[in-house]
């Protein structure tokens, strides 16, 4: 049964750059097939897709974030990463990263609060 | 890229059936069988409901069944019961790599 777990921190400065990690479990992240992706949920709001990436270091955006996100991803960790740059208080969200195959997300991590506020 | 519309709630009484729509345009939903459907309780991560529009993954309630018209899927519930009280999101994909999710559904069970 795979596994995602977020980690970072949860409280990040407006301006600064929001790092967060996704560490898979149960199962390879070099798996043909399967996209690595980073979801964010505003409090109360509906959910927003950010990004994914392939183990081959392939990357797909949203464009409405692409000037500001970059995601990558280390196969000898089995994890995968997410950058935010110049974040504001809009940034604000719960961060998900998930398992995307073909267009169907079957696995989530737990989600990781991330609040921005000086 | 905009997010899929959905209504902001819906309800119904136990034993009701009850739909959600998600309407999107020719270049996510009705470009492609690639829907999905999600339910999300309080304070925990999405689960997958429906995916590639219609299909159910094993374990989740045949009373979920999922269809598209044109530029809207559609997610019904039949036998609605107290757990199936949660939020429902829609996603699609968008070409060109992306994905695009929907503006969620509270579910009541009155």
């Known amino acids: 049964q795979v596994q995602l777990q977020e980690s970072g921190p949860g409280l990040v400065k407006p301006s600064q750059t929001l790092s967060l990690t996704c560490t898979v479990s149960?199962?390879?992240?070099?798996?043909?097939?399967?996209?690595w992706s980073w979801i964010r949920q505003h409090p109360g709001k509906g959910l927003e897709w950010i990004g994914y990436i392939y183990y081959s270091g392939s990357t797909y955006y949203n464009p409405s974030l692409k000037s500001l996100v970059t995601i990558s991803i280390d196969t000898s960790k089995n994890q995968f990463s997410l950058k935010l740059t110049s974040v504001t208080a809009a940034d604000t969200a719960v961060y998900y990263c998930?398992?995307?195959?073909?267009?169907?997300?079957?696995?989530w991590g737990q989600g990781t609060l991330v609040t921005v506020s000086s | 890229q905009s997010a899929l519309t959905q209504p902001a709630s819906v309800s119904g009484s136990p034993g009701q059936s009850i739909t959600i729509s998600c309407t999107g345009t020719s270049t996510d939903v009705g470009g492609y069988k690639y829907v999905s459907w999600y339910q999300q309780h309080p304070g925990k991560a999405p689960k997958l409901m429906i995916f590639?529009?219609?299909y159910r993954p094993s374990g989740v309630s045949h009373r979920f069944s999922g269809s598209k018209s044109g530029n809207t899927a559609s997610l019904t519930i039949s036998g609605l019961q107290a757990e199936d009280e949660a939020d429902y999101h829609c996603?699609?994909?968008?070409?060109?790599?992306?994905?695009?999710f929907g503006t969620g559904t509270k579910v009541t069970v009155l």
């Open positions: 149960g199962g390879s992240i070099s798996s043909n097939g399967y996209y």
């Open positions: 590639d529009v219609s």
């Open positions: 998930a398992r995307v195959s073909g267009a169907t997300i079957h696995y």
């Open positions: 996603s699609s994909y968008a070409g060109r790599n992306t994905l695009v």
